[in-house]
């Protein structure tokens, strides 16, 4: 028989559980985006595995959902051009990564291998609230719960196979794929949603396929979220 502890949230999403990824916030702030800037470097000045943002005033891309380890940097993009946007931003770092405490009060939950699940040393557990999947490349809006702040990520690949090509003399024809991420921005209790081309890689030759959308918005919860 197998004995755990699980803890859910009240969309029924899991928090915290044996073998679970967990994650705490370890820095959070606020970035200028002006409006000669199409992209930013973001260094957090912390390691962290995730960073997830928010912006009402202009579309930003949300930053890939997925473990980097340690990684103090982060490009993000913006939709527009001579636009200017401020930008909210917070850092997660899996518990995994903390050592387990050998005294003091509270409580850690531990996966199989003697890793942290959780800690109440680091209570600020990033709680993701649903997933948003991308169908295709026309905007739409999503509706938000009032009274809460919410930060957004993008989870697997959204990828428009967009394409032109171009003769090259030494490689022959060029094809030029677009790869598109979302991009988000979130007016009061409605977040829109739009996918937007990044810069394209070429390939050389080869067959042009349809559209791929395998991906979409992670909404993490953030409220009261206000130190690290």
Same mark, same amino acid.
């Given at each position: 028989?197998?004995?755990?502890?699980?803890?859910?949230?009240?969309?029924?999403?899991?928090?915290?559980?044996?073998?679970?990824?967990?994650?705490?916030?370890?820095?959070?702030?606020?970035?200028?985006?002006?409006?000669?800037?199409?992209?930013?470097?973001?260094?957090?000045?912390?390691?962290?595995?995730?960073?997830?943002?928010?912006? +009402?005033?202009?579309?930003?891309?949300?930053?890939?959902?997925?473990?980097?380890?340690?990684?103090?940097?982060?490009?993000?993009?913006?939709?527009?051009?001579?636009?200017?946007? +401020?930008?909210?931003?917070?850092?997660?770092?899996?518990?995994?990564?903390?050592?387990?405490?050998? +005294?003091?009060?509270?409580?850690?939950?531990?996966?199989?291998?003697?890793?942290?699940? !959780?800690?109440?040393?680091?209570?600020?557990?990033?709680?993701?609230?649903?997933?948003?999947?991308?169908?295709?490349?026309?905007? !739409?809006?999503?509706?938000?719960?009032?009274?809460?702040?919410?930060?957004?990520?993008?989870?697997?690949?959204?990828?428009?196979?967009?394409?032109?090509?171009?003769?090259?003399?030494?490689?022959?024809?060029?094809?030029?794929?677009?790869?598109?991420?979302?991009?988000?921005?979130?007016?009061?209790?409605?977040?829109?949603?739009?996918?937007?081309?990044?810069?394209?890689?070429?390939?050389?030759?080869?067959?042009?396929?349809?559209?791929?959308?395998?991906?979409?918005?992670?909404?993490?919860?953030?409220?009261?979220?206000?130190?690290?």
């Amino acid at each position: 028989m197998t004995y755990g502890a699980e803890f859910y949230n009240s969309s029924g999403k899991l928090q915290i559980g044996i073998g679970s990824n967990n994650l705490y916030l370890v820095a959070k702030g606020t970035f200028t985006m002006t409006s000669g800037e199409d992209f930013k470097t973001v260094n957090a000045g912390v390691a962290h595995d995730i960073m997830v943002v928010s912006c +009402s005033n202009g579309f930003v891309s949300a930053p890939t959902f997925k473990a980097v380890a340690a990684t103090s940097t982060w490009v993000v993009a913006k939709s527009h051009i001579g636009v200017t946007l +401020s930008v909210n931003y917070w850092c997660f770092r899996s518990y995994k990564a903390l050592t387990p405490a050998t +005294s003091g009060f509270g409580m850690e939950i531990y996966n199989a291998d003697g890793t942290l699940a !959780f800690s109440t040393k680091k209570p600020q557990l990033m709680r993701s609230v649903s997933a948003i999947p991308i169908p295709n490349n026309t905007p !739409f809006t999503s509706a938000m719960a009032g009274g809460k702040t919410f930060a957004f990520g993008y989870y697997g690949a959204v990828i428009d196979t967009e394409v032109y090509t171009e003769p090259d003399p030494e490689l022959g024809t060029l094809t030029f794929h677009y790869y598109k991420h979302p991009a988000i921005k979130l007016v009061g209790t409605t977040l829109n949603i739009e996918v937007t081309a990044a810069e394209p890689s070429p390939s050389a030759g080869g067959p042009i396929g349809s559209p791929i959308y395998a991906g979409g918005i992670l909404v993490i919860d953030v409220t009261g979220y206000t130190t690290v």
